[in-house]
């Protein structure tokens, strides 16, 4: 029916009044809208992107994906996790669970490098879940990450996870190596000493010497930059003095600063004494945390041998950060108390770059 000739709406009237749809409507009845949702999908990751792979912590990346529910869904796209930085994963263990499980897997199915080693050395070390962490660890490896192809050198010189027959030199050479291409300071150093011994590969002293000297380039410069972003210098436990001669000495000055997969293994073997097992220990070099996998996989000091270390950068680290000040000759009691089969030879410091 026309309402128009039924109620006989005068034209002016109806040219003068406002349609329905424009008029005013009350802010409690008005519909909220979700913040964002005029930006584009595509714009959304973009920034997204951008903030996980500078983010400082793992809350910083968090608390961005809980501005909204779209922020939320969006987060979790391959484009997003796949540039996650290192510090998005710097979980601490007190804040383990199995939510932060889910989340690593989730930026390891995103392609993410860093979740992949992450989680490789968790599961290989804390969770004893020695096929499923190398496998993960290699997968970063194949991505040319410099701390993946280092820790499963380390694996491969120790022969961790196995027996004692299980250890391959040419193997750890290899990745140590690769490594030291991407200028890793401990495989620069792991590489360097199998030159100057001939261990596993064709003496090459000057060779060795050469790859020291970059070790200790590469440690200054890192430790200038600690500095220059502290603003200041703090004095260590210490008690031998600072040593400012060239090169690693500057490691005195400076705590560690590991990466957040050994800040991870520290704090979760700290928590967890009872789950390192009889027999074993752990690295001696307080910014490693790597644990023995069958007792005396680690090679101890050849002076004092109450220390063991996973490596030659980690014992290097040590020496120059305290222990060089703590050693002291052993006693013969104590020597009779040691396996004399041990795994590896005993770490000489008159070796040390």
């Keep these: 029916m026309n309402l128009r000739k039924k109620l006989r709406v005068s034209p002016d009237f109806e040219e003068k009044s406002e349609p329905f749809e424009k008029l005013p409507v009350s802010p409690d009845f008005e519909e909220k809208s979700e913040p964002f949702e005029k930006l584009l999908d595509d714009l959304v990751i973009c920034i997204l992107s951008k903030l996980c792979s500078s983010s400082s912590s793992p809350s910083h990346f968090i608390s961005a994906l809980l501005v909204c529910k779209r922020f939320n869904q969006l987060g979790m796209n391959k484009l997003v996790l796949s540039n996650a930085c290192s510090k998005v994963f710097d979980i601490r263990a007190r804040n383990w669970s199995e939510s932060a499980h889910r989340f690593l897997k989730l930026c390891v199915h995103g392609g993410s490098i860093e979740a992949c080693y992450f989680l490789g050395m968790v599961r290989f070390y804390c969770m004893r879940d020695r096929g499923g962490g190398a496998s993960l660890m290699a997968k970063a490896a194949i991505k040319s990450h410099a701390q993946a192809l280092y820790s499963l050198a380390v694996i491969q010189f120790n022969g961790s996870g196995g027996a004692k027959s299980d250890r391959d030199i040419r193997a750890g050479i290899a990745l140590s190596a690769r490594a030291a291409n991407f200028c890793h300071v401990g495989a620069l150093r792991d590489l360097a000493h199998c ?55 500057f490691l005195s000055l400076l705590e560690p600063n590991p990466d957040p997969a050994s800040r991870f293994l520290v704090e979760w073997f700290k928590l967890n004494e009872g789950e390192l097992g009889p027999g074993l220990k752990l690295c001696s070099y307080s910014g490693c945390g790597r644990p023995e996998t069958r007792p005396y996989e680690f090679r101890r000091c050849s002076v004092c041998g109450v220390v063991n270390y996973c490596s030659r950068g980690c014992q290097t680290l040590d020496w120059k950060a305290g222990h060089k000040v703590e050693c002291s000759p052993v006693g013969a009691d104590q020597w009779g108390d040691m396996d004399p089969n041990l795994d590896g030879p005993d770490i000489d410091h008159n070796e040390v770059g």
């Design 195 to 249: 030159l100057k011994n001939g261990y596993g590969i064709k003496q090459n002293k000057d060779k060795g010497r050469r790859l020291l000297f970059r070790a200790s380039v590469r440690e200054l410069s890192s430790v200038l930059r600690r500095v220059g972003s502290h603003g200041k210098i703090q004095k260590r436990h210490t008690t031998g003095g600072f040593g400012l001669g060239f090169g690693s000495d």
